[in-house]
């Protein structure tokens, strides 16, 4: 518990700048696209008429995810951006999960070591954890190394939120016009027609639509890391009063595989609802 909370940070020099980051963050957010890759992989390999149960799978979430953006955009929008909708959904649902894996496998041990123990292996317990020695063949279970989500990141789930905003705004300007993009900002409620249109700096609508663009890559982003971030304190910290012992499972369940699912729905359909603003 001492290292609650506790972020490694390392320095780089680049073009005489020094530049921190979370090196841990930053390896599990290119783990994570990795794995899209190979899934991508896997997924396109040996496509079927009739598909297995892994293809099953891959097709369930992109139909539900084409269904849903087709009927949100239109069928011409919705197929333009329904590869960017389905790559933002997956690699968020990745990063969320990815950080249950170390807490499997101290579980697992646990539960291995505890059957050692009964069968008279040389097991120790003490305050509710079971110690082995490293010779033993599942020890590694036991020391498995901490992993972070990327989403546990406020600056992950920042640069997510601004990644859609860019893409939001630049298809505002596309499928609008520069000029009449500009003037939604001040035609929003009360179009200001005419010459009138001279006057937008005296209307407070129009700072409210400005303000209200910032606050939606904040709301975006601050979702996302508090209940990703959230969810990590509750696992931790009962995980370390009980051990990883019984508990901790149905918490790993619900926070990490359920609120993780939920989570990347909820980001992704926000970035869909986002961009239909736009049309």
């Known amino acids: 518990m001492d290292q609650l909370g506790k972020v490694t940070l390392s320095t ?26 190979f899934l991508a992989y896997i997924a396109t390999k040996n496509l079927k008429v009739i598909p297995g149960k892994a293809q099953s799978i891959f097709e369930l979430i992109h139909d539900f995810l084409y269904d849903i953006t087709v009927s949100t955009l239109g069928d011409k929008d919705g197929r333009k951006y329904f590869p960017f909708i ?13 950080g249950i894996f170390p807490n499997v496998f101290q579980f697992a041990g646990m539960l291995i070591a505890g059957i050692h123990k009964v069968f008279g292996g040389p097991v120790e317990f003490a305050n509710m954890a079971f110690s082995v020695s490293p010779d033993v063949w599942y020890s590694f279970l036991l020391d498995a190394p901490g992993i972070q ?55 407070p609508f129009f700072y409210l639509n400005l303000i209200g663009l910032v606050a939606n890559v904040v709301s975006h982003s ?27 499972v149905g918490l790993l369940a619900f926070f990490g595989l359920f609120a993780g699912l939920v989570q990347a729905f909820v980001f992704t359909m926000l970035a869909v609802t986002y961009i239909q603003q736009q049309q």
């Open 86 to 98: 389905l790559t933002l959904f997956v690699f968020i649902l990745l990063a969320n999960w990815i």
């Open 149 to 203: 989500e990327p989403t546990r990141s406020v600056n992950t789930d920042l640069a997510l939120a601004i990644l859609v905003f860019i893409a939001c705004q630049a298809y505002g300007i596309k499928s609008k016009g520069l000029w009449q993009y500009i003037r939604n900002f001040a035609d929003d409620p009360f179009p200001m027609k005419g010459p009138l249109i001279l006057l937008f700096f005296i209307n």
């Open 12 to 37: 780089i020099t680049l073009l005489g700048h020094q530049i921190t980051f979370n090196p841990i963050t930053f390896i599990m957010t290119w783990v994570s696209m990795a794995l899209i890759l």
């Open 222 to 248: 601050f979702r996302l890391f508090g209940n990703i971030f959230g969810g990590f304190m509750i696992v931790v910290i009962v995980s370390w009063l009980t051990k990883f012992f019984l508990v901790p």
